[in-house]
């Protein structure tokens, strides 16, 4: 059996919020895992990284393969650093807006 450490998508449309969990990689996403070890919510400012760094280890000592975006989420939590912020884009409306004003002052 082939044991995950990855990311399950909790939360409503277009508000997405992550479990951290361990589970058989032929589970659905969302299905069946064998234990939570932590949480992530992007949506927050600054985002919310919990993850329980004893419980990770434990399973990859037994053997589990954290995911791209779990291990990426590991490290930050490792080097203790606040999790990098995107720049937000500002829509096509939003951008004339603002051209707007800045050509009227």
Known sequence: MAVKIRLARHGAKKHPY??????DSHARRDGRFIEQVGRYNPLTNPKI??????????????GAQPTSAVSHLID??????????????????????????????
């Open 76 to 105: 930050i939590v490792r080097s203790g650093a606040p999790a990098p912020e995107k720049k937000q884009k500002l829509s096509k409306k939003a951008a004339a807006k603002k051209a707007a004003a800045e050509n009227a002052a």
């Open 49 to 62: 990284i919990d993850i329980d760094l004893e419980k990770v280890d434990a399973w990859i000592v037994k």
């Open 18 to 23: 992550y479990r951290v969990v361990v589970a």
